[in-house]
Protein backbone atom coordinates (compact mmCIF):
# COMPACT_ATOMS: atom_id res chain seq x y z
CA UNK A 1 0.00 0.00 0.00
CA UNK A 2 1.41 3.23 -0.43
CA UNK A 3 1.71 5.46 2.28
CA UNK A 4 0.23 9.02 1.38
CA UNK A 5 -2.14 11.79 3.03
CA UNK A 6 -5.59 10.15 1.92
CA UNK A 7 -4.71 6.90 4.43
CA UNK A 8 -6.17 6.96 7.78
CA UNK A 9 -4.64 4.32 10.48
CA UNK A 10 -5.81 3.13 14.34
CA UNK A 11 -3.33 2.28 16.51
CA UNK A 12 -3.93 0.90 20.00
CA UNK A 13 -2.34 1.51 22.58
CA UNK A 14 -0.84 4.96 20.90
CA UNK A 15 -0.55 6.75 23.77
CA UNK A 16 2.66 5.00 25.12
CA UNK A 17 5.97 2.85 23.75
CA UNK A 18 5.70 1.15 20.81
CA UNK A 19 2.52 2.43 19.98
CA UNK A 20 3.01 5.65 20.80
CA UNK A 21 6.27 6.05 18.31
CA UNK A 22 4.23 3.77 15.59
CA UNK A 23 1.70 7.09 15.69
CA UNK A 24 4.00 9.61 15.44
CA UNK A 25 6.14 7.64 12.03
CA UNK A 26 2.84 7.49 10.82
CA UNK A 27 1.76 10.57 11.34
CA UNK A 28 5.20 11.95 9.87
CA UNK A 29 4.15 10.64 6.78
CA UNK A 30 1.22 12.22 6.38
CA UNK A 31 -1.12 9.70 7.54
CA UNK A 32 -4.41 10.58 9.52
CA UNK A 33 -3.93 8.73 13.02
CA UNK A 34 -6.25 7.47 15.62
CA UNK A 35 -5.06 6.85 19.27
CA UNK A 36 -7.17 4.00 20.57
CA UNK A 37 -5.93 3.55 24.29
CA UNK A 38 -7.37 3.67 28.14
CA UNK A 39 -4.63 6.13 29.39
CA UNK A 40 -7.01 9.85 28.31
CA UNK A 41 -4.10 11.99 29.65
CA UNK A 42 -1.26 10.57 27.64
CA UNK A 43 -3.48 9.80 24.89
CA UNK A 44 -5.40 13.04 24.43
CA UNK A 45 -1.67 15.02 24.40
CA UNK A 46 -0.33 12.49 21.82
CA UNK A 47 -3.05 12.88 19.70
CA UNK A 48 -3.05 16.81 19.82
CA UNK A 49 0.75 16.85 18.94
CA UNK A 50 0.20 14.43 15.94
CA UNK A 51 -2.85 16.54 14.60
CA UNK A 52 -4.73 13.04 15.16
CA UNK A 53 -7.39 11.81 17.16
CA UNK A 54 -8.28 9.93 20.61
CA UNK A 55 -10.35 7.42 21.23
CA UNK A 56 -10.67 6.05 25.04
CA UNK A 57 -10.99 2.78 24.23
CA UNK A 58 -11.00 -0.98 26.07
CA UNK A 59 -10.04 -3.22 23.70
CA UNK A 60 -11.14 -6.06 25.85
CA UNK A 61 -14.41 -4.71 25.29
CA UNK A 62 -16.74 -5.42 22.04
CA UNK A 63 -18.64 -2.13 22.31
CA UNK A 64 -15.97 0.12 23.39
CA UNK A 65 -14.43 -0.59 20.29
CA UNK A 66 -16.92 -0.15 17.98
CA UNK A 67 -17.86 2.97 19.48
CA UNK A 68 -13.87 3.93 19.46
CA UNK A 69 -13.78 3.05 16.00
CA UNK A 70 -17.24 5.28 14.50
CA UNK A 71 -15.28 8.02 16.43
CA UNK A 72 -11.95 7.35 14.29
CA UNK A 73 -14.10 6.77 11.04
CA UNK A 74 -16.16 9.72 11.12
CA UNK A 75 -12.74 11.97 12.23
CA UNK A 76 -10.38 10.65 9.70
CA UNK A 77 -12.09 7.96 6.83
CA UNK A 78 -11.86 4.14 6.99
CA UNK A 79 -8.90 3.16 8.18
CA UNK A 80 -6.88 1.41 6.08
CA UNK A 81 -3.99 0.37 8.52
CA UNK A 82 -4.76 -1.17 12.14
CA UNK A 83 -1.81 -1.15 14.29
CA UNK A 84 -3.04 -3.57 17.42
CA UNK A 85 0.39 -2.48 20.36
CA UNK A 86 -2.39 -2.47 23.13
CA UNK A 87 -0.87 -4.97 25.94
CA UNK A 88 -0.10 -6.09 29.46
CA UNK A 89 2.64 -8.09 30.90
CA UNK A 90 2.26 -8.55 34.70
CA UNK A 91 4.74 -11.63 35.66
CA UNK A 92 3.50 -14.45 37.44
CA UNK A 93 4.53 -18.21 38.24
CA UNK A 94 2.27 -21.19 37.20
CA UNK A 95 2.54 -21.90 41.12
CA UNK A 96 4.30 -19.56 43.79
CA UNK A 97 4.56 -19.61 47.66
CA UNK A 98 2.10 -22.94 47.92
CA UNK A 99 -0.44 -20.91 45.53
CA UNK A 100 -1.63 -21.62 42.18
CA UNK A 101 -1.42 -18.66 39.32
CA UNK A 102 -4.26 -16.36 40.02
CA UNK A 103 -6.46 -17.47 37.26
CA UNK A 104 -8.34 -14.23 36.67
CA UNK A 105 -5.11 -12.44 36.22
CA UNK A 106 -4.07 -15.42 33.32
CA UNK A 107 -7.94 -14.41 31.98
CA UNK A 108 -6.89 -11.10 32.31
CA UNK A 109 -3.93 -11.21 30.34
CA UNK A 110 -5.48 -13.34 27.58
CA UNK A 111 -8.44 -11.17 27.37
CA UNK A 112 -6.33 -7.51 26.71
CA UNK A 113 -3.37 -9.29 25.11
CA UNK A 114 -5.05 -11.88 22.77
CA UNK A 115 -8.82 -11.79 22.71
CA UNK A 116 -8.53 -7.69 22.83
CA UNK A 117 -6.21 -7.91 19.57
CA UNK A 118 -8.88 -10.43 17.54
CA UNK A 119 -11.65 -7.69 18.62
CA UNK A 120 -9.99 -4.98 17.01
CA UNK A 121 -8.33 -6.54 13.91
CA UNK A 122 -11.48 -8.29 13.62
CA UNK A 123 -14.28 -4.99 13.53
CA UNK A 124 -10.89 -3.01 11.62
CA UNK A 125 -11.65 -6.15 9.06
CA UNK A 126 -15.00 -5.48 8.44
CA UNK A 127 -14.63 -1.63 7.68
CA UNK A 128 -11.78 -2.34 5.61
CA UNK A 129 -13.46 -4.85 3.71
CA UNK A 130 -16.42 -2.59 2.88
CA UNK A 131 -14.52 0.03 1.28
CA UNK A 132 -12.98 0.62 -1.90
CA UNK A 133 -9.74 -1.41 -3.83
CA UNK A 134 -6.55 1.09 -3.12
CA UNK A 135 -4.75 -0.79 -6.16
CA UNK A 136 -4.60 -3.11 -8.97
CA UNK A 137 -4.05 -6.05 -6.34
CA UNK A 138 -7.36 -4.86 -4.97
CA UNK A 139 -5.78 -4.50 -1.39
CA UNK A 140 -8.08 -2.56 0.89
CA UNK A 141 -6.04 -2.41 4.34
CA UNK A 142 -3.39 -3.85 6.47
CA UNK A 143 -3.52 -5.03 10.04
CA UNK A 144 -0.11 -5.55 12.05
CA UNK A 145 -0.42 -7.29 15.54
CA UNK A 146 2.16 -6.68 18.22
CA UNK A 147 3.31 -10.47 19.37
CA UNK A 148 6.65 -10.87 21.38
CA UNK A 149 9.66 -13.11 21.49
CA UNK A 150 7.67 -14.77 24.50
CA UNK A 151 5.31 -16.45 21.84
CA UNK A 152 8.20 -19.08 21.60
CA UNK A 153 9.77 -18.74 24.56
CA UNK A 154 8.13 -17.35 27.55
CA UNK A 155 10.65 -16.99 30.61
CA UNK A 156 9.49 -18.21 33.78
CA UNK A 157 6.64 -16.04 35.16
CA UNK A 158 5.23 -15.84 31.51
CA UNK A 159 2.61 -18.21 31.47
CA UNK A 160 0.13 -15.98 30.90
CA UNK A 161 1.68 -13.60 28.49
CA UNK A 162 3.65 -16.28 26.40
CA UNK A 163 0.04 -18.15 25.61
CA UNK A 164 -1.28 -14.59 25.34
CA UNK A 165 1.76 -13.66 22.68
CA UNK A 166 1.48 -17.29 21.18
CA UNK A 167 -2.01 -16.88 20.21
CA UNK A 168 -1.59 -13.73 18.55
CA UNK A 169 1.40 -15.05 16.96
CA UNK A 170 -1.07 -18.11 15.30
CA UNK A 171 -3.31 -15.70 14.45
CA UNK A 172 -1.80 -14.21 11.42
CA UNK A 173 -2.45 -17.06 9.01
CA UNK A 174 -5.73 -18.02 9.39
CA UNK A 175 -6.65 -14.37 9.62
CA UNK A 176 -4.36 -13.94 6.62
CA UNK A 177 -6.09 -16.76 4.72
CA UNK A 178 -10.38 -15.66 5.64
CA UNK A 179 -9.33 -12.06 4.62
CA UNK A 180 -7.60 -12.94 1.53
CA UNK A 181 -10.39 -12.37 -0.56
CA UNK A 182 -11.55 -8.87 0.48
CA UNK A 183 -7.57 -7.49 0.01
CA UNK A 184 -6.48 -7.28 3.51
CA UNK A 185 -3.40 -8.52 4.84
CA UNK A 186 -2.73 -9.78 8.72
CA UNK A 187 1.02 -9.58 10.04
CA UNK A 188 2.70 -9.71 13.16
CA UNK A 189 5.98 -8.68 14.84
CA UNK A 190 7.52 -10.69 17.34
CA UNK A 191 9.48 -7.86 19.55
CA UNK A 192 12.33 -8.94 21.92
CA UNK A 193 13.33 -6.15 24.26
CA UNK A 194 12.74 -2.51 23.40
CA UNK A 195 13.11 0.64 24.87
CA UNK A 196 9.82 2.06 25.96
CA UNK A 197 9.03 3.81 29.07
CA UNK A 198 8.03 0.44 30.60
CA UNK A 199 11.92 -0.92 30.39
CA UNK A 200 13.48 2.45 30.35
CA UNK A 201 12.22 2.89 34.31
CA UNK A 202 13.85 -0.30 35.09
CA UNK A 203 17.55 0.78 37.11
CA UNK A 204 20.57 1.15 34.14
CA UNK A 205 21.85 -2.42 35.63
CA UNK A 206 18.97 -4.19 35.11
CA UNK A 207 18.43 -2.26 31.63
CA UNK A 208 22.35 -3.04 30.96
CA UNK A 209 21.53 -7.03 31.96
CA UNK A 210 18.86 -7.47 29.75
CA UNK A 211 20.97 -5.78 26.81
CA UNK A 212 23.88 -8.15 27.51
CA UNK A 213 22.64 -11.76 26.04
CA UNK A 214 21.24 -9.81 22.97
CA UNK A 215 23.63 -10.57 20.36
CA UNK A 216 23.70 -7.76 17.75
CA UNK A 217 23.21 -4.99 18.12
CA UNK A 218 24.06 -5.32 21.65
CA UNK A 219 21.43 -3.56 23.10
CA UNK A 220 17.61 -2.73 23.88
CA UNK A 221 15.54 -2.48 20.66
CA UNK A 222 14.84 1.29 19.44
CA UNK A 223 11.01 1.78 19.09
CA UNK A 224 11.48 3.74 16.45
CA UNK A 225 13.18 0.00 14.68
CA UNK A 226 9.88 -1.33 15.52
CA UNK A 227 8.13 1.58 14.20
CA UNK A 228 10.10 1.16 10.67
CA UNK A 229 8.88 -2.31 10.27
CA UNK A 230 5.37 -1.32 10.17
CA UNK A 231 6.33 1.16 7.73
CA UNK A 232 7.77 -1.82 5.87
CA UNK A 233 4.96 -3.85 6.60
CA UNK A 234 2.34 -1.48 5.23
CA UNK A 235 4.31 -0.31 1.72
CA UNK A 236 5.68 -4.01 0.81
CA UNK A 237 2.17 -5.97 -0.53
CA UNK A 238 3.43 -9.20 -0.51
CA UNK A 239 4.24 -9.26 3.18
CA UNK A 240 1.44 -10.93 4.53
CA UNK A 241 0.42 -14.24 6.83
CA UNK A 242 3.59 -14.19 8.96
CA UNK A 243 4.92 -12.99 11.82
CA UNK A 244 8.46 -11.29 11.92
CA UNK A 245 10.85 -11.33 15.03
CA UNK A 246 12.37 -8.22 15.35
CA UNK A 247 15.02 -8.40 18.39
CA UNK A 248 18.95 -8.47 17.38
CA UNK A 249 19.01 -12.34 17.75
CA UNK A 250 17.81 -12.75 20.82
CA UNK A 251 16.81 -16.31 21.98
CA UNK A 252 15.14 -15.51 25.80
CA UNK A 253 16.69 -17.13 28.71
CA UNK A 254 14.61 -19.16 31.32
CA UNK A 255 15.14 -16.29 33.40
P1 LIG B 1 3.44 0.29 27.11
O1 LIG B 1 3.00 -0.14 28.46
O2 LIG B 1 4.37 1.46 26.97
O3 LIG B 1 2.14 0.57 26.19
C1 LIG B 1 1.00 -0.24 26.22
C2 LIG B 1 -0.21 0.64 26.03
O4 LIG B 1 -1.37 -0.22 25.99
C3 LIG B 1 -0.46 1.66 27.16
O5 LIG B 1 -0.63 2.96 26.63
C4 LIG B 1 -1.72 1.15 27.84
O6 LIG B 1 -2.54 2.19 28.36
C5 LIG B 1 -2.42 0.43 26.69
N1 LIG B 1 -3.39 -0.55 27.16
C6 LIG B 1 -3.23 -1.51 28.10
N2 LIG B 1 -4.37 -2.20 28.26
C7 LIG B 1 -5.29 -1.67 27.40
C8 LIG B 1 -6.64 -1.95 27.09
N3 LIG B 1 -7.33 -2.92 27.71
N4 LIG B 1 -7.26 -1.20 26.14
C9 LIG B 1 -6.60 -0.21 25.51
N5 LIG B 1 -5.31 0.11 25.76
C10 LIG B 1 -4.67 -0.62 26.70
O7 LIG B 1 4.07 -1.02 26.48
P2 LIG B 1 4.96 -1.23 25.16
O8 LIG B 1 6.30 -1.67 25.63
O9 LIG B 1 4.85 -0.11 24.20
O10 LIG B 1 4.23 -2.51 24.55
C11 LIG B 1 3.42 -2.45 23.39
C12 LIG B 1 3.14 -3.86 22.94
O11 LIG B 1 4.36 -4.48 22.58
C13 LIG B 1 2.50 -4.75 24.01
O12 LIG B 1 1.55 -5.59 23.38
C14 LIG B 1 3.68 -5.55 24.52
O13 LIG B 1 3.26 -6.80 25.04
C15 LIG B 1 4.48 -5.71 23.25
N6 LIG B 1 5.89 -6.01 23.47
C16 LIG B 1 6.71 -5.09 24.08
C17 LIG B 1 8.04 -5.41 24.27
C18 LIG B 1 9.01 -4.43 24.93
O14 LIG B 1 10.15 -4.81 25.18
N7 LIG B 1 8.62 -3.20 25.21
C19 LIG B 1 8.53 -6.64 23.86
C20 LIG B 1 7.67 -7.55 23.26
C21 LIG B 1 6.34 -7.22 23.06
Known sequence: MEINSNIAAVITGGASGLGATVA?????????????????????KLAAE?????CQTDVSDADSVTAALEKARAANGQERICVNCAGIAPAAKTVSRGEAHDFALFQKVININLCGTFNVASQSALGMSNADPLNDDNERGVIINTASVAAFEGQMGQAAYGASKGGVHALS??????????????????????????VTAFPQEVQDSLAS???????LGAPEEFAKLVIAMVENAYLNGET?????????QAR
Not at 178 to 183: E, H, M, T, V
Open 50 to 54: LGGIF
Open 173 to 198: IPMARDLAKSGIRVLAIAPGIFGTPM
Open 244 to 252: IRLDGATRM
Open 213 to 219: NIPFPNR
Open 24 to 44: TALAARGIKVALLDMNVEAGE
